[in-house]
């Protein structure tokens, strides 16, 4: 809030103590005292704007020359600077600017007392800062409002303002602005003789402030009166006592710190304090007087016009109360004169009261009785409008609760309103999206249902050509099993025609060597063509079932060579099927052991068991064994140079499967072949 030279200060009907404090504190935040008064700094003001531009530094000046405006400038010229600023501000969309020099104008309308037009400009300066994103002109505009509220009593008004001017100056870190707030509201609860709640301020913004501790003596001036106050008006001692002993320490404490900060309303007013509680609840007079004059003494540095007459008040109720009346009364109507210059009604009802009790004391019974009913009239008249003001203030507090009311009402139905629009918005977007989705899926099940009959009929297209050709071959494999059973059946009817004929030459000839060597080609042709026999009566006509192979071979060697001789034979192997090459190879070899045996084993028609084995060790590797129970050979011969047909073939038929060749000689003659199945090429 703009300082207010003391000299200048005519508000009417307010407590001067309010807008006192409103200095005081601007004195501390560093406005220099004394400013209003130097004539040289308008002078330097106006003529650094003669040489300003249309520009921000322009306003800037127009608002320090409106800063003088107390006793320096005339209302034309204030008027005149004021609407240039604006004008300027507004043109250059430089929002402090303009929102200073309507809080300045408000102002100096206040001092000519125009409120209403006070109250405008205070508004449209709040309008101004709530646009903008500097939250300190909100601050400003906050603080003067507050203050606006307070002159006109307007107390609720005045506590909301003051409230959010803390709240921002929290925010913000301002420590003056929140010192600043709770003074105020403090003074406002003074000024109502609300002592508990003024002690709520000043305890609440001293805790706030605990970290910055200067210029707090201004919180505490509020809370030694407060404490002064309560003990006054308390009863009961030991309330009365504590009061006394906090009020006493918080005065002491505020002196020591105003006199160090050098501020000398202040201390002044701490001076004003601790007469009060001398005179008051000590009745120790002679220090009240002390206190007094020394209050007195820097307030006449500070040119405090209101904290002087207070001062002169207090003096002359001491004088009084020592029954001093011709040293009280000289200094009461001094006190007098200067309220009646600021206007301070409500001072100068008390001060005619005191001069009533004065000269009742001295003795002067008319000039007793004018005072005393002057002051009476006064205090009534000041009474009355304190009601009416009340009404007033509790007639708009209720209109203000009521629109609130309508407003938050107003509020809530816009914000059901608005939850049911965008519920229904919600419902509709969400109706809209599932219909959307669902339109989506159809078309994509759609898409899919065409996609997967178009591939089936493509499927059961190609199922068809697939089936077709499964039947082609199909046709064409039975064809070539025929074909290649017809194969096996002429090549077994040859071979046997082969055996035949072998039979009919070995029964032509005389020569037994030469007959044996022909019965012994016969088993072999014989072999081969069981395996053909084999494969035409077969299901598969690739794969050979060796045991039951090796069986019928055995069987019809053992009855070509022994005919009914007591020769048996034991076939013991794994269910194994070889194919047609390893099978043919592996009866040729199985032949000519057999042949062997059977010639050579068994010497006059000696009984005797053949054994044939076949196992599978490990994968692709077989063993083939073929033993008996014979006379055993007379000595192992050497494959390599053994002079029998059967044994090269034996021989020529190991190699061909890869494999070795192993004899035992011992109960009987064992014969081990190791081999690998054929690969077919």
């Known amino acids: ?91 250059l969309s430089y929002a402090k600017g303009q929102v200073v020099a309507l809080l300045r104008q408000a102002l100096s309308l206040i001092l000519r007392g125009n409120y209403a037009l006070a109250k405008k400009y205070y508004d449209r300066a709040l309008a101004v800062a709530e646009k903008d994103p500097d939250l300190t002109l909100r601050l400003r505009c906050y603080n003067d409002l507050g203050a606006y509220h307070g002159e006109l009593s307007e107390y609720p008004e005045a506590i909301r303002y003051f409230t959010r001017s803390v709240g921002l100056g929290e925010k913000l870190g301002n420590r003056q602005a929140v010192l600043f707030g709770y003074h105020s509201m403090a003074n406002i609860s003074m000024d109502l003789k609300l002592y508990e709640e003024a002690l709520k301020y000043c305890l609440k913004g001293e805790e706030i402030l605990e970290d910055h501790p200067d210029g707090l003596y201004i919180l505490w001036e509020n809370t030694a009166r407060a404490y002064t106050e309560l003990a006054l008006e308390t009863p009961q001692q030991s309330r009365r006592d504590s009061c006394v002993r906090r009020g006493l320490a918080y005065a002491r404490k505020g002196l020591m710190a105003a006199r160090a900060a050098g501020n000398d309303a202040f201390t002044a007013s701490f001076y004003l304090t601790l007469g009060n509680y001398y005179a008051s609840l000590e009745k120790n007079y002679a220090k009240a007087l002390d206190r007094l004059r020394k209050g007195l003494h820097y307030a006449r540095k500070a040119e405090y016009e209101n904290i002087i007459a207070s001062l002169m008040l207090a003096t002359a109720r001491v004088h009084k109360d020592k029954r001093e009346f011709a040293r009280a009364l000289p200094i009461a109507l001094e006190a007098l004169k200067k309220y009646e210059q600021t206007g301070a009604r409500a001072y100068i009802a008390q001060t005619e009261r005191l001069l009533g009790e004065i000269y009742h004391g001295a003795g002067n019974a008319p000039q007793a009785y004018r005072y005393a009913s002057k002051g009476a009239a006064r205090q009534d008249t000041l009474q009355q409008e304190e009601r009416t003001k009340q009404v007033a203030s509790l007639q708009a507090q209720f209109a203000f609760d009521r629109k609130e009311f309508e407003i938050r009402q107003l509020q809530q139905a816009n914000e059901m309103q608005r939850v049911k629009n965008a519920q229904q918005a919600t419902v509709r977007n969400g109706l809209i999206a599932i219909a959307a989705l669902l339109f989506l899926l159809s078309g994509v099940l759609y898409n899919r249902f065409r996609l997967k009959q178009r591939t089936n009929l493509a499927l059961e297209a190609k199922q068809r050509e697939i089936n077709q050709r499964n039947g082609q071959l199909q046709t064409s494999l039975e064809e070539k099993d025929v074909l290649l059973k017809e194969v096996h059946h002429r090549v077994k009817n040859n071979l046997q025609l082969m055996s035949s004929l072998l039979s009919l030459q070995q029964q032509a000839t005389q020569e037994p060597l030469i007959a044996e060597a022909i019965q012994e080609s016969q088993s072999r042709v014989k072999s081969i063509a069981l395996i053909h026999e084999k494969l035409y009566r077969s299901q598969t006509l690739s794969r050979i079932d060796f045991k039951e192979y090796a069986g019928e071979l055995v069987a019809s060697l053992v009855h070509s060579f022994r005919g009914q001789q007591p020769i048996t034979y034991c076939i013991e192997s794994e269910p194994v099927l070889l194919d047609v090459d390893t099978a043919v190879r592996l009866g040729l070899v199985i032949n000519e052991l057999v042949c062997n045996v059977l010639k050579h084993a068994f010497p006059g028609n000696q009984a005797g068991q053949i054994r044939i084995g076949l196992t599978q060790p490990q994968a692709h590797t077989y063993e083939l064994q073929v033993s008996d129970t014979g006379v055993g050979l007379p000595e192992i011969p050497d494959i390599e140079t053994a002079p029998s047909l059967g044994l090269r073939l034996v021989k020529a038929i190991t190699r061909q499967l890869n494999g070795s060749l192993g004899i035992h000689n011992g109960l009987g003659t064992t014969f081990t072949l190791r081999f690998s199945e054929l690969q077919p090429i």
């Open 1 to 91: 809030m703009p300082f207010i030279p003391p000299q200048k200060r005519t508000f009417k009907g307010f407590y001067p103590s309010f807008y006192r404090f409103i200095g005081s504190l601007c004195l501390v935040v560093a406005l220099p005292a004394g400013l209003w008064a130097q004539n040289s700094q308008v002078d330097s003001l106006q003529q650094l704007l003669t040489k300003a531009g249309q520009d921000t530094n322009r306003v800037n000046i127009l608002n320090d020359l409106l800063k003088l405006q107390a006793t320096t400038l005339s209302e034309g010229q204030i008027d005149s600077l004021a609407r240039e600023s604006i004008a300027l501000s507004r043109q």
